[in-house]
Nanobody, 117 residues
Framework: QVTLVESGGGLVQAGGSLRLSCVAS??????????LAWYREAPGKQRELVGY???????NYTDSVKGRFTISRNNAENTFYLQMNSLKPEDTAVYYC?????????WGQGTQVTVSS
């Protein structure tokens, strides 16, 4: 089993920046072999994929955040990040980190990001 713990959410003004962190832990896992993703869920909307980073450090992002958000990973610290720049009010959501191991999904607890105008 893998446990994911998120941090870094908060309140920020439009145009500002925020960095989310997700730390993975567990007795049976290899962080280096994990594909890692960030999702978000706004009120009344379905959870959507924000982006992901692969074991080879390839990244991909949903169109609405391209050029503003960056995902990175630190395998030595079992941690990955979502750097959010030029934040917009529509980015307001609960953000979740995620990984899938043998087709089983693991989720962080969620961290609230609120962007004010």
């Amino acid at each position: 089993q893998v446990t994911l713990v998120e941090s870094g959410g908060g309140l920020v003004q439009a145009g500002g920046s925020l960095r989310l962190s997700c730390v993975a832990s567990g007795s049976i896992f290899s962080f280096k072999t994990m594909d890692l993703a960030w999702y978000r869920e706004a009120p009344g909307k379905q959870r959507e994929l924000v982006g992901y980073i692969t074991t080879t450090d390839s990244t991909n992002y949903t169109d609405s955040v391209k050029g503003r958000f960056t995902i990175s990973r630190n395998n030595a610290e079992n941690t990955f990040y979502l750097q959010m720049n030029s934040l917009k009010p529509e980015d307001t959501a609960v953000y979740y980190c995620n990984t899938d191991i043998r087709n089983l999904a693991y989720w962080g607890q969620g961290t609230q990001v609120t962007v004010s105008s």
